[in-house]
């Protein structure tokens, strides 16, 4: 059987995987074979078996290398035995701690612990308090445990607070040099109530050049970047934590920067009536929605104002109501942008963008970091508007640099994969639209099925398949084009404060603005490169020759950018389903409407209309009768009764119980007549409170049971070792 080396993941149900370095399918490690290592664990691995499916089963011949980042976890005190049961239940052990290795931790906090004694198959890991994070109910503590669980950076080094302090307070004269003054243009930031950091500006105008039909009539659309670039050098401090971190952590209520506040929130946020450096993406965009021309330029800008989404969609639903009279100078200058804005939308549809309207929400906290409410997010004209500046200003920073022939990070979104394709197509057929997808799906042709059955009444299940086909986006220096916005090529050039890729475009056309050419390993070098003004149809330089090292650099960076997107996403929905998990245990025992979000072999989601939050209604809730997957169709259905749950089905159900460390949320499903019965049979709905106790009682036997369990193993394990020791010194002699 064949041996390969990858990660351990492990699974919160006690046995694990192997994610091979080859990318080929995981590898199944039974519970047995995980006693010996942990999450996260580099290991070597023989394929020994494959099971009825074809998945290959295997065991740890090697521990290439342990994770030495801290594991975060609850202290627990049971039966004279400390320990340390771990925050993410992948570890799949406690850790033993000595009694004078708790650095002062009472029972119940938080705390850090770093391995002193690894796992084996006849002992447990043991480990030392090395930080107490505080008492699980402290307010944000919810945010401390994820950033350490998901081994986020938030905390800047030394030198790079140090070289941030050291900067100006405001831009200096030779920061002016070599750039054009545009303090005199009318830009304006465009943002959310509680933006801290403004990193774009836009001012629009209607142009009309030449005559007759080889005349141009349309829009000068100019959009200005902070210029981050001009503060954070290659291979300084600054630099060095910022692609560590890669991107902004956002949470609720507070915000993980990628770079220290004065820069993010001071000298490179776009403040009102503050002078500040910037890119410049001016272009100028026709009639019917095309960009003609653009270029690249560094400036000096004043934003004119602080404008929020609501403020300018209030403008632009009436321009003679309060709000427009509030900002009388600026309204011109936002019809305009509706203008251009309404174009670009035009063209969107011309290429076949894929636009789906979904459901975001936004978790609305009280003083103590608790949720308040969870509201439904408002998507604007404002916020439409602003999106199609910045995609426009986006792509004409990836053909820029592709018509350069210059290595970059490429936003890319490839379309679905065969298997997907073909799960679409057969999901399709069952519900009997005839809609076909050709081997290579266009974007035109996902956007057709979504235009044709917006109004339909599963539309919302329909259009989630769509979105299920497509792939996840990720930034890499092989450009194969977004399919998703049906662009060519596509990159992030607008969000430099809060995205390293973005940081890295703004370096790579300033130095072809200068006839340079830009390397990670070092900084940008002379090169003669003529650089060709943005005109579409233009011809390319020829193509300058690219090492292999240099594009192994760049293939790395891309991993890294998209790897730290990931764990920024899983960190904030940990975060958000624990504060969601939080708030549902006072709602135990209530019931609500809710819609199924999703189907599974083992039961469906539910997301609850009132409250925006999601649980599971297990298989076993549903009734008593056999149900089946159906994966075609993506629903369950009951063989008895014929009874089915898909994806959009309206339903209604009880709150059953919340499990906070698992961060999940149990619903059952109610039928009518079921109060009834029950008061027929004596008994009542179990109050919330009631049950709230039901479930701390639980969780407390749970853990003393487990505790108990410990003591066992450890007891058995004590043996065990004496009695290899005691082998060990008569086979000595």
């Given at each position: 059987m064949?041996e390969?080396e990858g990660t351990?993941l492990?699974?919160?149900d006690?046995?694990?995987?192997v994610?091979r370095?080859?990318n080929e399918?995981?590898i199944y490690l039974s519970?047995?074979?995980?006693?010996?290592?942990?999450h996260?664990?580099r290991?070597?691995?023989?394929?020994?078996?494959?099971?009825r499916?074809g998945?290959p089963?295997?065991?740890?011949?090697?521990?290439v290398?342990r994770r030495k980042s801290p594991?975060?976890?609850?202290?627990?005190?049971?039966?004279?035995i400390?320990l340390?049961?771990?925050?993410?239940?992948?570890?799949?052990q406690?850790?033993?701690?000595?009694k004078?290795?708790?650095?002062n931790?009472?029972?119940?906090?938080?705390v850090a612990?770093?391995?002193?004694?690894?796992?084996?198959?006849?002992?447990?890991?043991?480990?030392?308090?090395t930080?107490?994070?505080?008492e699980i109910?402290?307010?944000g503590?919810?945010?401390?445990i994820?950033?350490r669980?998901?081994?986020?950076?938030?905390?800047?080094s030394?030198?790079?607070?140090?070289?941030?302090?050291?900067?100006?307070?405001?831009?200096?004269?030779?920061?002016k040099?070599?750039?054009?003054d545009?303090?005199?243009?009318p830009?304006?930031?465009?943002?959310g109530e509680d933006?801290r950091?403004?990193?774009?500006?836009?001012?629009c105008e209607p142009?009309?050049?030449?005559?007759?039909?080889?005349?141009?009539?349309?829009?000068?659309?100019?959009v200005?970047i902070?210029d981050v670039s001009h503060?954070v050098?290659?291979g300084e401090?600054?630099?060095?934590?910022?692609?560590g971190?890669a991107?902004?952590?956002?949470?609720?209520?507070?915000?993980?920067?990628?770079l220290?506040e004065?820069?993010?929130n001071?000298l490179?946020?776009?403040n009102?009536d503050?002078e500040?450096?910037?890119m410049?993406?001016?272009?100028?965009?026709?009639k019917?929605?095309?960009?003609?021309a653009?270029q690249f330029?560094?400036?000096?800008?004043?934003?004119h104002?602080?404008?929020?989404y609501?403020?300018?969609?209030?403008?632009l639903?009436?321009t003679?109501?309060?709000?427009?009279?509030?900002?009388?100078?600026?309204?011109?200058?936002?019809l305009?942008?509706?203008?251009?804005?309404?174009a670009?939308?035009k063209?969107?549809g011309t290429r076949g963008?894929?636009?789906f309207?979904?459901?975001?929400t936004?978790i609305?906290c009280?003083?103590?970091?608790?949720?308040?409410?969870?509201?439904?997010r408002?998507?604007?004209?404002?916020?439409?508007?602003?999106?199609?500046?910045?995609?426009a200003?986006n792509v004409?920073?990836a053909?820029f640099?592709?018509?350069?022939k210059h290595?970059?990070?490429?936003?890319?979104?490839?379309?679905?994969?065969?298997?997907?394709?073909?799960t679409l197509q057969?999901y399709?057929?069952?519900?009997?639209?005839?809609?076909?997808?050709?081997d290579e799906?266009?974007p035109s042709?996902?956007q057709a099925?979504?235009?044709?059955?917006k109004?339909?009444v599963?539309?919302m299940q329909?259009?989630s398949?769509?979105?299920?086909?497509?792939q996840?986006?990720?930034?890499t220096a092989?450009n194969?084009?977004h399919?998703?916005?049906?662009y060519?090529?596509y990159a992030?050039?607008?969000?430099?404060?809060?995205?390293?890729?973005?940081?890295?475009?703004?370096?790579?056309?300033?130095?072809l603005?200068?006839?340079?050419?830009y390397?990670?390993?070092?900084?940008?070098?002379e090169?003669?490169?003529p650089?060709?003004?943005g005109r579409k149809?233009?011809?390319a330089?020829?193509k300058p020759?690219i090492?292999?090292h240099?594009?192994?650099?760049?293939?790395a960076?891309?991993?890294?950018?998209?790897a730290?997107?990931r764990?920024a996403?899983?960190a904030?929905?940990?975060v958000e389903?624990?504060?969601?998990?939080?708030?549902?245990?006072d709602h135990?025992g209530?019931e609500?409407s809710?819609?199924?979000s999703?189907?599974?072999?083992?039961?469906?989601f539910?997301?609850?209309?009132?409250?925006?939050v999601?649980?599971l209604?297990h298989?076993?809730?549903?009734?008593g009768e056999y149900?089946?997957?159906?994966?075609?169709r993506q629903e369950l259905?009951g063989?008895r009764?014929?009874?089915r749950?898909?994806?959009?089905?309206?339903?209604?159900?009880?709150v059953s119980?919340v499990?906070?460390?698992?961060?999940k949320i149990?619903f059952?499903?109610?039928?009518?007549?079921?109060t009834?019965?029950?008061l027929?049979?004596?008994?009542?709905p179990?109050?919330?409170?009631?049950?709230?106790?039901e479930?701390?009682?639980?969780d407390?036997?749970?853990k003393?049971?487990?505790?108990k369990?410990?003591a066992?193993r450890?007891?058995v394990?004590g043996?065990?070792?004496?009695?290899g020791?005691?082998?060990?010194?008569h086979?000595?002699?």
């Open positions: 064949s390969v351990v492990g699974h919160r006690g046995h694990g995987f994610r370095d080859d399918p995981d519970p047995q074979e995980m006693r010996a290592v942990l996260r664990d290991v070597r691995v023989r394929v020994v078996r494959y099971d499916k998945r089963e295997g065991r740890v011949l090697d521990i290398e594991i975060i976890g609850r202290l627990l005190h049971e039966n004279g400390w340390v049961a771990p925050e993410d239940r992948r570890y799949g406690d850790i033993l701690i000595p004078n290795a708790t650095a931790a009472t029972v119940g906090q938080v612990i770093e391995l002193t004694e690894t796992p084996s198959m006849y002992s447990q890991p043991v480990g030392r308090v930080e107490v994070l505080g109910d402290d307010p503590m919810e945010i401390e994820a950033v669980k998901y081994e986020v950076p938030h905390r800047f030394p030198e790079t607070l140090a070289q941030a302090a050291a900067l100006p307070d405001r831009i200096r004269p030779a920061d040099r070599h750039r054009i545009l303090t005199d243009v830009l304006v930031t465009i943002d933006a950091d403004f990193d774009d500006a836009v001012y142009l009309k050049r030449g005559r007759g039909k080889t005349g141009f009539e349309g829009w000068r659309l100019v200005a902070a503060y050098k290659p401090p600054l630099d060095e934590d910022a692609y971190r991107t902004s952590v956002y949470f609720p209520r507070r915000v993980i920067p990628m220290p004065k820069l993010s001071g490179c946020s776009l009102p503050e500040r450096l910037c410049v993406c001016d272009m100028l965009v026709s019917g929605g095309e960009i003609e653009y330029f560094p400036a000096v800008m004043r934003s104002a602080r404008l929020t609501t403020e300018v969609a209030a403008v639903a009436n003679r109501g309060s709000e427009a009279q509030r900002r009388v100078d600026l309204v011109p200058h936002l305009n942008l509706h203008e251009v804005y309404r670009l939308l063209h969107r963008a894929v636009d309207e979904s459901t975001e936004q609305v009280d003083d103590n970091g608790r949720i308040e409410k969870i509201v439904p408002t998507r604007t004209e404002a916020h439409r508007l602003i999106e199609e500046a910045m995609l200003a004409c920073a053909e640099i592709a018509v350069h290595p970059v990070l490429y936003r890319v979104h490839e379309g679905p994969t065969p298997e997907k394709r073909l057969n399709l057929r069952t519900l009997g639209l005839g809609f076909s997808l050709s799906p266009k042709e996902l099925i979504a235009q044709a059955t109004d339909r599963d539309a329909i259009h398949m769509l979105l299920r086909s497509m996840q986006a990720i930034y092989t194969s084009g399919f998703g916005l049906a060519e090529a992030h050039f607008t969000s430099p404060i809060r995205r390293y890729p973005d940081l890295l475009v703004h370096r790579v056309i300033k130095a603005l200068h006839g340079k050419r390397h990670l390993a070092s900084a940008a070098i090169e003669d490169v650089v060709k003004p149809g233009g011809k330089p020829g020759a090492s292999a240099e594009g192994e650099l760049w293939e960076a891309g991993a890294h950018c998209s730290n997107e764990r996403d899983e904030s929905r940990d389903a624990w504060l969601k998990c939080r708030f549902m245990r135990l209530e609500y809710g819609t199924v999703a189907a599974t072999s083992f039961g469906v539910v997301t609850l209309d009132e409250l925006y999601e649980g209604v298989i076993t809730e549903l009734g149900f089946r997957f159906d994966e075609a259905r063989e009764t014929g009874v749950y898909a994806v959009g089905s309206r339903v209604r159900v009880q119980r499990d906070l460390d698992g961060r149990d059952r499903m109610v039928r009518e007549g079921d009834e019965q029950l027929q049979r004596g008994r009542k179990v109050p919330a409170t009631q049950a709230l106790k479930v701390q009682a639980k407390r036997a749970a003393s049971a487990r505790a369990a410990v066992k450890s007891a394990a043996k065990a070792t004496r009695a020791k005691t082998a060990r010194a086979k000595g002699r």
